[in-house]
């Protein structure tokens, strides 16, 4: 077997052919222990200040096992370098690390972490979501767009030279959007996703003290019913700013991350956490359940959530072999008119929320590419609850709770 140094370590000739390739891998385990929380699910006519889930029939630990194979295979072409990388992830799930708060259940399954073929600075299939900058550093979750597996594109990047690129995608919106975008669907309506692709655009900046990036979102949100007796779209879009600003004075490797940004119908890059297990979500804000919709059906038509967050990370190597991340996040959702006007219901009636968190975690690394670290993070939510008891449901309470999270994570990347 022929080594090939043309594009870093761990290449090697394909026998019989002029590619290069390159086989890697990753395996994960996981253990995360939630404190036992009643979590508010709604408002009834019996009594507001009680309606939670018995806190006795809720999850507290979480178990994960993961395998992943990635390929990455290049051949030198007259126009370039043509590349196709593949990742692929099975996983073993159970508890809050894979199903709801108060559901004890099990799961194991394959998922296309990334499957791309770029050449001449396009980028065809699914990889990283070109609005995402801060890193995956926290074994858990922060407030900002960060989607674990990607999404669907087709991509131009352009590169000027100094470290200045900018890329333009054309995406697909389910990649990184909710599941749950658009609340108080009418009867028989329909959440269109794919009637326009999603536009992501991003102009970065890479240089010897850290990078710069600009990016922004846009997106054609329709919602229809087969009668068309409900038939309304709206334009959503998100912007933002990311700064990494490396710190080789407190020791090697050391960086800190800055991001802020607004979203107008796109809670996905703000205060949602749809890269991360929605158990996490609803879990790690608090004992009380915020939900994140990024749209509001109403008959007058489609209502925007209006949302925007901070957040900052700071990466620390005292040695080698230790390492520690620190960071704080926050996030606020001005929820439409609409929604504030009907009773908590979680999904159709919400009402303005904050959430922040900070968080720790603490990484021995023995030897390159194999860590074991311990996390725990610490969140808090803050909204509004319209009551149900009385006449107009005019009464708003204030609901705020908080929560602690921990885990374990052993991994190994190859």
């Known amino acids: 077997m022929k080594v090939c140094t043309a594009y870093g370590a761990g290449f090697f000739f394909i026998p019989g052919s002029d590619t290069c390739l390159k ?4 395996v994960r385990a996981d253990y995360a222990y939630v404190t036992a929380k009643d979590q508010f699910s709604g408002v009834n006519a019996a009594n507001v200040a009680t309606v939670k889930n018995a806190k ?17 295979a290049r051949t030198n072409t007259a126009w370039g370098t043509v590349q196709t990388a593949a990742s692929i992830r099975l996983a073993r799930t159970t508890g809050v690390l894979g199903a709801d708060y108060a559901a004890s259940s099990t799961s194991a399954g394959a998922t296309l972490e990334n499957a791309f073929i770029r050449f001449a600075g396009f980028t065809f299939g699914a990889t990283r979501d070109n609005y995402a900058f801060m890193p995956s550093l926290t074994y858990a ?17 352009a590169t000027f030279g100094g470290g200045v690129s900018a890329t333009i995608a054309l995406q ?3 990649d990184t959007a909710s599941t749950r975008s658009v609340a108080n669907l009418p009867t028989g309506g329909y959440y269109a996703y794919n009637s326009a692709p999603q536009v992501n655009a991003n102009i970065r900046v890479d240089q010897s003290w850290g990078a710069l990036q600009l990016m922004g979102a846009y997106a054609d949100v329709s919602v229809n019913t087969a009668t068309d007796g409900y038939d309304n779209n709206k334009g959503v879009y998100a912007i933002g700013a990311g700064l990494k600003v490396n710190l080789p004075m407190l020791a090697k490797g050391d960086a800190l991350y800055l991001t802020a940004n607004y979203a107008n119908g796109m809670t996905e890059y703000t205060t949602g956490w749809t890269s991360f297990k929605s158990s996490s979500y609803s879990r790690e804000v608090g004992g009380y359940t915020m939900n994140h919709p990024s ?58 929320s904050t959430v922040w968190n900070v968080g720790t975690n603490f990484a021995w690394l023995p030897v390159r590419n194999f860590e074991i670290g311990v996390e725990l993070i610490y969140s808090r939510v803050n909204q509004d609850v319209r009551s149900a008891i009385t006449a107009g449901n005019s009464t708003v309470f204030s609901k705020s709770d908080s929560n602690v999270s921990g885990r374990l994570r052993v991994e190994r990347t190859f």
């Open 23 to 26: 086989i890697g891998g990753r």
């Open 56 to 72: 006795d029939a809720a999850n507290t630990l979480g178990w994960e096992a993961r395998g992943a194979l990635n390929f990455d």
């Open 141 to 157: 979750g922060g407030h900002w767009g960060s989607f674990a597996n990607g999404a669907k594109q087709i991509a131009y990047t």
């Open 172 to 174: 697909d919106y389910l």
């Open 295 to 352: 749209l509001v059906a109403e008959t007058t038509g489609l209502e925007t959530v209006k949302s925007w967050n901070i957040a900052a990370l700071l990466e620390h190597y005292w040695t080698p072999q230790y390492r520690s991340n620190l960071w704080a996040t926050y996030g606020q959702l001005d929820a439409p008119t609409g929604a504030k006007a009907r009773a908590w219901t979680g999904t159709t009636g919400f009402g303005d």
